[in-house]
């Protein structure tokens, strides 16, 4: 039996990419009918996108950087406010479904790298700061996108049991913070998706 390893290729890699893509946008169709639990697979996509591990490296950013193209993010200036009391969503469009790429281009929003937007502040309350980062990976790690643990830290409980903050959709009622953050950033990276995946495929042999 040959138990040589063999190291993918960046060709594999974009072929992953492609099929994380269909699943991403699969999951926001669903969750835009509707089903806003959806949020925790976007949260999971998401994470085999773009989360390193120490045994794993994600698609993105790497594999655009091997090829010269650099991954921009539209997000929120950080206006939050430091005190006790504050409670503070950083959404993009909550409450509608986004459609369209013009959603990300109010003058309100800021163009930064992948690691600014990752770690960056969504949601402030009292003194607690969750960032992004924190959030998706959270649904998906804990809480069903793709692990589900036995138990909730207490830091996310009230975020996930119903006693926490939620937000009033059109399409889905009320949606609690962790499935809108997954959501939201679900729908731009697809977008960017859109124009990345080709520009791959004119610069890794095919």
């Known amino acids: 039996m040959n138990s040589r390893k063999q190291k993918i290729s960046d060709l594999d890699y974009l072929r992953h990419l492609k099929e994380q ?4 946008k699969s999951d926001i169709a669903q969750y835009e009918d509707g089903k806003p639990h959806f949020g925790v697979k976007i949260a999971g996509t998401l994470r085999t996108i773009f989360h390193n591990t120490p045994k794993s490296i994600a698609i993105l950013p790497s594999l655009s950087n091997r090829h010269g193209i650099d991954l921009h993010f539209r997000d ?3 206006p939050f406010v430091n005190d006790e009391e504050t409670t503070c969503y950083m959404g993009f469009m ?5 459609l369209a790429s013009d959603h990300f281009e109010a003058p309100f929003f800021t163009i930064c790298d992948f690691e600014t937007y990752w770690n960056s502040p969504v949601f402030k309350e009292g003194q607690v700061i969750y960032t992004r980062r924190q959030v998706i990976l959270f649904a998906a790690n804990k ?6 643990d036995p138990e909730i830290p ?3 409980l009230h975020l996930v049991n ?8 059109e399409q889905c009622g009320e ?3 962790i499935t809108r953050v997954a959501y939201e950033a679900g729908v ?8 990345l995946i080709p520009e791959l495929e004119k610069r890794i042999r095919i």
């Open 21 to 24: 893509h269909d699943f991403l």
């Open 76 to 78: 929120r200036a950080n």
């Open 154 to 156: 207490a830091k996310f």
């Open 94 to 98: 909550f409450g509608y479904r986004i």
């Open 162 to 169: 119903g006693s926490g903050p939620k937000l009033i959709s």
């Open 143 to 148: 809480h069903g996108g793709s692990h589900v």
């Open 188 to 195: 731009q990276v697809s977008l960017m998706l859109e124009e």
């Open 175 to 177: 949606e609690v913070i």
